[in-house]
């Protein structure tokens, strides 16, 4: 990630009136190494830092992997409280934010005890930024089966792994302007503008989708991004997403719709599709290539509903499959980053290898929410809705959505059962604590909650109780 891929005056960066080439980028990443070795932290422990899309950003990422202190950049859209939990078991002391996040960041370091170091100006700094392949680059952070994330360390020869996956599979090259949407603490996000890094493509980006966001990234002339399934019916919708020049379209978290992918198509002919099958643990396991989108609109709709084959270097096993061959899928490969013993990525994801080598997902082991590629936990959500006084017991479970794969649904007791709150009054106490993401969109009043013989929740009967 800091190897001599921008030692050179060709351009690097573009983001809104910055225009940087690779040696300017790197100079900047020089001067925020210089500045992070000033706050004296100890080597090797990730930085937490609020920081959104952007030149800083990225040059501070880029010092941070190259002296010796990851940046691990936090979720700015998040709550102070969800933040807190993400730093309280890191050994940095210190918190470092962006000047528009420094609200935010205040609170956060009350929360944790930490101190607060605003982002200077980054000025240049030639300095020789050097890693070993060991060495972790940045650490992304992702939930637990309990909602608390986690973080996954990314060592600089397993990042630098992901480039060569990710960048062939996706045809990045130096020619290539990757355009990012995604949150930067997200692997779509970050995630991706590292492998666009690793490759030498040109660089652009948003703070958030939005369809003005994706006109902007059209002007530049991006070639190449990541999203999901929802963001492309939209700007089909608005009759925003024919550009000449976008080259490959990477999307996840959702199967794409038949209507859709021809949409897509007759929008942006040329277009290359492709559906990676991954987590922030590591990515991609398996991919639906962009013949396979071809073949799909061809006649094969079918293949629309898996997520594709292993993808390159990628050895897959089904863990204790049952009669159907449904298991937890598992994987081994140079790109991932959290593995057992054996090597060995366990997803979490439920689903069967066919006889052609196609992934079929079925479910999650767990009872985690995938909502348009954003991981909600019921327990976490469930913890915050039981708080209300007017709530004796909840349940919160994924329900289908055309748009999004999953959103959330909750299954309330109310406290007083002639009177049942506003769930206006419940979205406005969760969002308090909560992301809006995970913030319920249906909810159903119940006398009692379905529950075995343990007193767990049978949460299929509250997703059957909601179709």
């Known amino acids: 990630m800091v190897a001599g891929a921008y030692d050179h005056d060709r351009s690097a960066v573009l983001y809104d009136e910055t225009a940087w080439s690779g040696r300017e980028l790197m100079d900047r990443a020089g001067g ?3 500045w992070l070795d000033s706050l004296d932290l100890p080597v090797g422990a990730p930085v937490p830092a609020l920081v959104a899309s952007s030149p800083e950003a ?15 950049p936090l979720g700015v859209r998040m709550t102070a409280a969800e933040i807190a939990a993400v730093v309280r078991p890191m050994a940095s002391p210190v918190v470092v934010a962006q000047e528009a996040y420094a609200s935010l960041g205040h609170d956060v370091a009350e929360r944790t005890g930490r101190r607060l170091v605003l982002v200077p100006p980054l000025g240049t700094r030639q300095l020789e930024l050097h890693a070993k392949p060991d060495d972790v680059a940045i650490v992304l952070h992702t939930s637990g ?15 630098a792994a992901r480039a060569r996956v990710n960048g062939g599979l996706c045809q990045l090259d ?15 996000g970050l995630g991706n503008v ?21 006109r902007l990234l059209c002007e530049r002339g991006a070639t190449h991004t990541s999203m999901v399934p929802a963001m492309l019916e939209m700007l089909l919708a ?39 099958f991954g987590q922030t643990e590591g990515s991609p396991l398996s991919v639906l290539t962009p013949e396979d989108h071809r073949a799909a609109v061809a006649g094969r709709e079918d293949l629309l509903l898996s997520v594709g084959r292993a993808a390159p270097g990628v050895e897959l096993r089904i863990e204790r499959p049952d009669a159907d061959g449904v298991g937890e899928v598992l994987a081994r490969g140079d790109h991932f980053f959290v593995l057992d013993a054996e090597g060995w990525l366990h997803s979490g994801d439920l689903g069967r290898v066919a006889a052609d080598g196609y992934v079929y997902l079925s479910g999650r082991r767990s009872d985690m929410i995938i909502r348009g590629g954003e991981n909600v936990h019921p327990v976490e959500v469930e913890t915050v809705l039981a708080a209300h006084p007017a709530v004796a017991d909840v349940a919160v479970v994924g329900v289908p959505d055309d748009r999004l794969g999953q959103t959330v649904a909750a299954f309330v007791v109310p406290a007083e059962a002639a009177g049942p709150p506003d769930p206006a009054d419940l979205r406005t106490f969760a969002r308090a604590e909560l992301s809006g993401f995970k913030i319920p969109a249906y909810w159903h009043f119940v006398e009692e909650l379905p529950r075995n013989a343990n007193g767990k929740v049978l949460r299929r009967f509250l997703r059957e109780q909601h179709a």
Not at 174 to 188: C, D, K, N, T, V
Not at 208 to 214: A, D, L, S
Request: proline fraction near 10%; aromatic fraction near 8%; avoid cysteine.
């Open 174 to 188: 130096p020619e290539s302007l990757y355009g990012g949407s995604a949150p930067f603490h997200h692997i779509s």
């Open 145 to 159: 089966t309990t909602g608390v994330p986690k973080p996954v360390p990314m060592p600089q020869w397993r990042l």
């Open 238 to 276: 608005e009759g925003e997403l024919q550009s000449a020049k976008w080259r490959v379209l990477q999307y996840g978290g959702a199967p794409i719709r038949p209507s859709t992918l021809r949409q897509t198509y007759d929008a942006v002919p040329g277009v290359r599709m492709l559906n990676m």
């Open 32 to 34: 925020a190494a210089w």
């Open 194 to 214: 590292a492998v666009a890094l690793g490759v030498g493509a040109q660089m652009t980006g948003i703070p958030r989708f939005t369809v003005e966001g994706w």
């Open 58 to 72: 990225l040059a501070l990422v880029v010092g941070g992997a190259g002296s010796g202190h990851p940046i691990a």
